[in-house]
């Protein structure tokens, strides 16, 4: 545990030491693990900077389309992906026991992170925050409530129960809404100009991704596990600049070329078992994954948090099909798909994801604070196995606090998973 | 029998003999979830409407199989009793995405009950009550009257809307009229018996209840009042607060429950709609609008001058801010509440709570401390 107060500062010293280890140890065998560090040091350098460079700094959550703040020169921190980075540090916890001194202990511990960290002053109070409605009450009980008891400015894109055309405008509206308190804040109109620009960069990731998202697919994996789920931070963090395409553009051509040559992240003939990671994983932990491979052979082929399947927006051209084109992306983003509305969002689309990289098994990271999910985790379960033959791990853990569930607990279930389960 | 105790004794029956006898006259009766369903709609339609409940549900071995046990006890309670077939009366049930687990109760009797029922409805409610939001909401409203009108060939018009308003509005006066009763030094009616006379409202066709009321109201006029008492309480907090007996704890130790800000008391009833040209939309606003559940993020300042405002009025010596476990809305709402109540000097107590009372020895020690910590 870090005795930095500052914990932006922190995250920023922490990924260029990250960054180093990584260009140190694996530059010239791994070149590609550099390359997420690079842009995350970098981007968290900027985050820390910003204050003193005279950005705003906008606290958003992983459903809110960061290219709006790009465009208007804010610079955005995805909550989800800074509690990720504290709980992979072992710096999650004391945000926690901080935030239970205020709110129930069953409060979402990403929330509860966030609030510990306002709470205690290690980061300076957001210049505005805005996440969507969706998926959990989670985020509804408690980023509205925090902003009023430390006085910033708050914003929730709203978002209707059924996804359909007519959501879609209600939440372009929504988008427009931001918009205004954002110029309000910053003083300054968003330049149409700078959006379409930061649209085009954004069109560019979302192509690149699909179209390694197709390559991701192969047999064995090209990509390890670790990287399966690591890109989410980043995608979600800068989208709209133009260092994200540029990452995905190497990325989709070292992993086509990878494919071409048959080439998988675990040698030859040692992928034994493909593991879709159906919701959640343990953050706190990710040498989990590492231990999966060497272990077992079983790589984790695709994580639903980072299943992007946004299209470009098709039509940059104004304002208004932006906006529309936004509000479509703010209904695909990873969990807000799957995890807000009629339980046959995260349904279809966890069999699409079974089907298209052809796992072997599920598993359900059994977040405790997800009640939504836990709800009808016995109804995935049991469609998985009868209508595909899937058999689904479920562990209940805290994503972000080792103290729930111990890695040493959740490796003994894998044991006991795969020993029983795919024997055969 | 007195309207008292008429009313008492209907309040704890999901399934009445006035549910019953509307039944048997060929009537459609429709469940609903969540106090954002506006009855109106229903009772314009000739439909009675009825707040879902499971009362005296101890045991959810059934409901257990789907729900998780980090789901609250009252969906819980609410599933096993429709699996097991506790709610067969009802034509129709009516969901909100109100909060995590009772949309997710929707997911579930769709997939594994789909024909118990004729009608299952999910009503998409905003999370703020802006004007663009309320239109929007008035929409979906007009869309479940559509649903209504073609599931029970039944026809909904403005007028029958207007005429519905009315009979609520009556409802809400004489409720509000109850608990002006409530603000003197005597208040003829206690707080268990106040959460009674609300629970009867739920179940009852709407007209028949507001007989009742008009004549309890004349009754309690020469009901002796309640004095001797230690402190004058409010309850505030989550759903499902639906037993009696979690006040009787607090009474019986001394403790007058003379108001509160639930969704099963004062929030369902506060403000009255307001009729204009557009019956739905005045049903959507005045719903959006009124004194707000936690999934409400435009109104988290709102809510909490609501309680101080309860307690102004009805002169509170103490909060009771009591939620379900696992109720992630109101578990967040703590962080201002407590807050904003302690820097107003007004004494709180914090308790979290199963849907089934449980734990009695342990609740009234709290109960006991707060009302000693409140005479100071």
């Known amino acids: 545990m870090t005795d930095n107060k500052d914990m932006l500062k922190f995250a920023a010293d922490n990924m260029t030491s990250i960054r180093d280890m990584v260009r140190d140890r694996f530059g010239e065998k791994r070149p590609e693990w550099a390359w997420i560090y690079e842009l995350l040091a970098d981007y968290n350098q900027q985050v820390w900077k910003a204050k003193e460079n005279g950005q705003p700094l906008a606290w958003i959550n992983f459903g809110v389309p960061a290219e709006l703040f790009w465009a208007m020169d804010i610079v955005p921190v995805v909550t989800d992906v800074f509690t990720g980075m504290l709980a992979a540090s072992g710096n999650a916890t004391r945000y926690i026991d901080i935030a239970e001194q205020h709110v129930p202990d069953y409060i979402c511990s990403n929330n509860k992170v966030f609030l510990g960290a306002v709470l205690s002053g290690d980061v300076p109070v957001p210049d505005v925050f805005a996440h969507p409605a969706n998926p959990c009450d989670s985020n509804v009980a408690t980023y509205p409530v925090i902003a009023a008891h430390h006085k910033f400015p708050y914003f929730c894109i709203d978002m209707p129960y059924f996804t359909t055309g007519r959501s879609v405008e209600y939440i372009s509206k929504e988008l427009r809404k931001l918009v205004s308190l954002l110029e309000q804040i910053t003083g300054r109109k968003l330049d149409i100009d700078r959006l379409k620009q930061t649209m085009e960069y954004s069109n560019r990731t979302h192509e690149y991704i699909l179209k390694t998202s197709e390559l991701r697919q192969a047999v064995p994996s090209p990509y390890s596990s670790l990287e399966a789920i690591s890109e989410y931070g980043l995608v979600l963090s800068l989208a709209g600049t133009p260092q994200l395409p540029e990452y995905c553009r190497r990325r989709y051509e070292h992993t086509r070329e990878k494919v071409a040559r048959g080439e998988g992240h675990l040698p030859a003939g040692e992928e034994k078992i493909r593991l879709i990671w159906i919701y959640g994983a343990p953050v706190f932990d990710f040498g989990i994954f590492m231990w999966l491979e060497k272990q077992y052979g079983a790589v984790s082929v695709a994580n639903m948090n980072n299943n992007f399947v946004m299209q470009p927006v098709e039509d940059i051209s104004s304002y208004d099909s932006i906006l529309d084109g936004l509000a479509r992306k703010v209904t695909l983003l990873p969990m807000t798909r799957e995890c807000g509305g009629p339980w046959e969002n995260w349904l279809d689309a966890t069999m699409d994801l079974i089907r298209r990289y052809k796992a072997d098994a599920a598993v359900f990271a059994g977040h405790v604070a997800c009640k939504s999910n836990w709800a009808v985790m016995k109804l995935v379960k049991d469609k998985l196995y009868d209508d595909m033959g899937i058999p689904t791990l479920i562990l209940e853990m805290d994503l972000f606090d080792p103290r729930v569930t111990s890695s040493d607990s959740i490796k003994s279930q894998f044991e006991r998973f795969f020993d029983m389960v795919l024997q055969d | ?376």
């Not at chain 2, 067969?88 to 118990?116: A, K, M, Q, W």
């Not at chain 2, 009763?181 to 066709?205: M, Q, S």
């Not at chain 2, 007996?245 to 009255?272: K, M, Q």
Request: aromatic content about 10%.
């Open chain 2, 1 to 376: 029998m007195d309207a008292l105790e008429e009313l008492t004794k209907l309040a704890g029956d999901i399934n009445s003999p006035s549910v019953a006898e509307w039944k048997d006259g060929g009537r459609k009766i429709v469940g609903f979830f969540c106090s954002y369903v506006p009855e109106e709609v229903l009772h314009a339609a000739g439909i009675l409407p009825c707040r879902v409940r499971a009362p005296g549900c101890a045991v959810t071995t059934e409901a257990d199989v789907y729900l998780s046990h980090l789901n609250c006890t009252y969906m819980r309670a609410c599933l096993q009793f429709a699996l097991d077939g506790r709610y067969n009366h009802l034509d129709g049930l009516v969901f909100t995405n109100s909060c995590d687990h009772v949309r997710r109760v929707y997911d579930i009797l769709r997939e594994v009950r789909p024909d118990d029922y004729p009608l299952l409805h999910m009503i998409s409610i905003p999370h703020k009550s802006d004007e663009d939001l309320i239109a929007w909401f008035g929409e979906e409203l007009a869309a479940f009257k559509e649903k209504i009108e073609n599931t029970f060939g039944v026809e909904i018009t403005d007028e029958g809307l207007r005429d519905a308003i009315g009979v609520y509005n009556d409802s809400r006066d004489l409720l509000r009229q109850l608990y002006d009763l409530r603000k003197g030094d005597r208040p003829p009616i206690n707080g268990a018996e106040a959460l009674n006379v609300i629970l009867a409202g739920y179940c009852l066709p709407r007209e028949r209840y507001n007989g009742l009321l008009r004549r309890l109201l004349g009754e309690l006029e020469s009901r002796q009042g309640i004095s001797g008492y230690r402190a004058r309480l409010m309850i505030a907090g989550s759903g499902g607060f639906d037993d009696p007996a979690y006040i009787d704890v607090r009474e019986e130790l001394g403790g007058l429950v003379v108001t509160d800000s639930l969704c099963f008391g004062s929030r369902g009833f506060w403000e009255p709609v307001t009729v204009d040209d557009n019956p739905m939309l005045a049903i959507a606003r005045a719903y959006l609008e009124r004194p707000s559940c936690p999934r409400m993020v435009d109104k988290v300042v709102e809510r909490v001058d609501f309680v101080k405002r309860m307690v102004a009025d009805f002169r509170v010596d103490g909060v009771v801010f009591q939620r379900m476990r696992y109720c992630d809305l109101w578990g967040g709402q703590l962080l201002y509440l407590e807050k904003e109540l302690n820097e107003a000097g007004i004494p709180m107590l914090s308790l979290e709570r199963e849907y089934a009372m449980g734990g009695a020895g342990q609740l009234r020690t709290r109960v006991q401390a707060f009302l000693e910590r409140i005479e100071g």
